[in-house]
């Protein structure tokens, strides 16, 4: 072979990557919700939440035909409400944080070394078993409505498609916000704790501070989450004028990019350089 | 090294150049350059804490270096579209969800890949894995099987490149045997490998090449006959001590060794050596795997942790308490 001759296949000690085409992102969506749902904990996290969400529906469904009240569709899914908006961001959260307790993100992130796709994808296969498991809630919640008819109870079945929307937007914030505090904290217990408190506690000191300092209750409405997403929670009510018109955009978009915007920056920050171990 | 390849010749898979990694003021990767051929099995041999794990980790796109260069294939791996394709990796056996079965563990990494499911019994059948064994949790698997796993997960993208840290670990003899086998069959299909080992023996019978590596830096590189003729000469003779101290007093390095001693010359330049002082030669040869164990250790002696007396005067088992 003569010195100009071009460099033989092998002869450039490079792979040819052109035929190669890149993972989609659809495939990786759909490994990442398989990994929800392929381990004891995921499955049983989902289990019990409908387990949960049957056992107090029945108990309601009764109550309401015991007393001769009415039951309507949206009792029941508020019911479904508050065991999902604690437990989907668990599964939201342990879909970040296992991979790093159980070191499957070396095997993770060598298959697909770009990590912001990895991260996307687990945001997105969250959202999809999330709103999976309100599909069940909410078919539990239509099951129940039955059951207390059956057992004697008046029923008003509320088509209002808002109602379901804003239900739906309710559940998928938290799941949001508890996926962000699973990727800023990297760790399952501590992650679920804040979320936990960010459900329970963080509320009551918000309104405790506003009722204290008169400047922190003129901030509290662009910082305050609940507040912001109160119509959602509770426009179910006959009565009620909430709703989405309800919602003061502005200030709902400064507390979401608080609460989800900032951490899940943060963590994905911490994510890309980090050190897989 | 590989640029000139002409036809016929080797050709680099995993070239690493000035690579360097800092954890404060300590540096686990010094100025670390090294290639990895297409056909050949590459061994990395180093004791533990010498940087082994942290360059294939810099390979494997996990962990960023503060300097150099590491590619694989003339990418970086995150520069490589599903990268499972070109380069298997197994880097900690260990790291995988306990609650998963093998089999799970795999039919992620196929589907990942884009492999169709049949691939995963192509790969349990490989590394020997029964459908029994597959279905159980990886928690009740044994490190051996682990490590079947791992290896079986970094060939299921049929890479031209493999990248396995410590893979011996945790097999019997057996299973030794049979992976020496499969890497064998694997680079003589024109595969590159590198692997890694804290254990001479297991590298030498495997490696066509040797890089020792030590306190983060290469310390030899070369094939094991090249390592060998550095490792100097075996020299015994009817007095061996006199020899050994006309030897020193030509300012040759002397290293006792069994009944003679190994010193860092040629033999020709030994056997005129004995002839002139008139000794008796009984073994002249070149310094051979125990040597090349005596030059391990001496090249990675700064950064071995035992000292001699390996446990605290006071111990039971200190060596001057055993009387």
Redesign the interface.
Known sequence: ?SATAP??H??????D?SG????PLT??V??EV??LV????GRWLLIVQAALIAIGSLVLAVVIARNDGTAALFDFTSIAGGVTQLLLPVMAIMAVT?EWS???N?????????RGRVVLAKALAAVLVGLAALVVAVGIGALMTGVSGLLGAETTWDPRPELLLGFALLQVMSLLIGFAFGTLLLNTPAAIVLYIAFYTIIPGIIAAAASLMSWFDDIRPWIDFNMAIMPLSDFGQPDSELGFGAIEWPEFTTSVALWFGLPLVLGVLRML?A??K | M??R?????I???I?VQGLTKRYGGFTAVDDVSFVAR?GQVTGFLGPNGAGKTTTM?IL?????QDAGVAT????R???????????G?L??A???????TGR??LT??A????LPGSRVDEMLELVSLSDDEAKRRVRNYSLGMRQRLGIA?ALMGDP?VLILDEPANGLDPAGIRWMRGLLRGYAERGGAVLLSSHLLHEVEQIADEMLVIGRGKIVAAGTKSELLASAGTFVKAVDTAALASAAQAKGLAVTPSGEGFIVDAEPQAIGELALAAQAVLLELRAADASGLEDLFLQLTADTQREAAAAFPPGSPYHQGASA
Request: aromatic share 2%; proline share 5%.
């Open positions: 072979m460099a033989p092998l002869g450039t000690g490079t792979f990557i190669t085409a890149p993972i495939r990786l759909g490994v398989r990994k392929d381990t004891r904990s296992t159980q070191r499957t070396m095997a993770t992130f060598t298959l697909e070394p770009r350089r050190e897989i | 590989c640029h390849a002409a036809a016929g010749s050709v680099c898979m070239t297409a980790r494997a796109g996990l962990t960023h694989v294939g003339g990418h791996l995150q520069d490589i579209p599903n990268p499972g394709r070109h380069v990796i880097l900690d260990s790291a995988q969800h306990a609650g998963r799970e563990v992620l990494a589907k990942t890949m884009g997960h031209q």
